[in-house]
């Protein structure tokens, strides 16, 4: 019996553009699983809990093994969602290393489908762009994808994150740790939850002097609380939550909240004016073209009254 069917009669819903093949989001209003090793194991990433299908039940539902022993054989013949992936499987290179595997990947450059995608689609000033380039954490990922890396303390990449007009997931076999775009001393650290939100938050801020804006790629691993810890616990430091605008931001908030007091550093929360930071970025920008047009108009004439 699969930890799916387990979720989706708890009530639990498949998050699929959160999801990859190896990780499987599902989402009950605030609460979030991740589904792992095709469907028999997963863990929490908001929490401690982890292990197989039993003990998913007696996670979900506060009862003894015994009891989730028959629970779990009530549901045999249960067939769960199976998710629709949009992925081409030749698109991965298993057999390469993940410091391979981003080194064999073009940087983007001006007029680039990456490029194109980051500009148009999502509204990011070709600043901020060039800025993420010349410092190694973008690549050009397939069909006009982006790929933006997680590093360590050390700047090795980790993995990546991969966002496009067709598919978002994280690279097969990385790990994640953290997105970082700024000065890596600084002592303002601006949290958020995707890379794209990351770079948008700069944009709108103007990359303010002092900040290094990060993203946890939409998870939380326990690399990522770690990286934390350690960039927090430096004398000086601020922890700005800039997580989304919704119950699962809040959540992640609230364990940023928890890293802050545990190093004893300030803490601060930074709500996004719309669902989340590219969200409000796209705004800007769709109310700055307006304006544009505007004046470049002719002074409009009134209809002469018949």
């Not at 194991?41 to 015994?66: I, N």
């Not at 994808?145 to 990546?160: E, K, L, N, R, Y």
């Amino acid at each position: 019996m699969p930890c799916n069917a387990v979720l989706e009669e708890a009530g639990f819903a498949l998050d699929l553009k959160e999801s990859t093949r190896k990780a499987i989001k599902y989402r009950r209003e605030s609460e979030i699983i991740i589904v792992i090793h095709e469907g028999k194991g997963w863990f929490d990433p908001l929490g401690e809990g982890k292990g197989d299908v039993f003990s998913l039940v007696e996670h979900l539902q506060g009862v003894r093994f015994v009891d989730a022993m028959y629970e779990v054989a009530s549901l045999v013949g249960f067939v769960p969602s199976e998710p629709v992936w949009k992925r081409d499987s030749n698109d991965r290179t298993p057999d390469l290393s993940i410091p391979e595997r981003w080194s064999s990947r073009r940087k983007p450059w001006r007029g680039s489908a990456t490029w194109r995608y980051l500009r148009d689609a999502r509204g990011l000033p070709e600043r901020i762009i060039r800025m993420a380039i010349s410092t190694n954490l973008l690549r050009e990922g397939p069909h006009g994808s982006m790929w933006a890396a997680h590093t360590d303390i050390d700047g090795a990449v980790t993995g990546w994150e991969e966002r496009g007009p067709d598919w978002r997931g994280f690279a097969s076999g990385g790990a994640k740790v953290l997105f970082r775009l700024g000065q890596r001393d600084a002592l303002r650290l601006c949290v958020t939850e995707a890379a794209i939100d990351a770079m948008s938050l700069a944009a709108i801020e103007g990359m303010r002097e002092g900040s290094l804006y990060l993203s946890a790629g939409g998870g939380w691993s326990p690399a990522t609380s770690d990286a934390l810890r350690l960039l927090a616990a430096r004398p000086g430091t601020q922890l700005v939550a800039a997580t989304d605008a919704n119950s699962q931001g809040e959540v992640f908030a609230e364990r940023l909240r928890e890293i802050a007091e545990e190093v004893d550093c300030d803490w601060f929360r930074l709500t996004p004016p719309a669902e989340d930071w590219n969200d409000a970025l796209r705004e800007q920008v769709r109310e700055k073209e307006k304006r544009e047009e505007g004046k470049g108009l002719p002074h409009a004439r009134r209809p002469r009254q018949g």
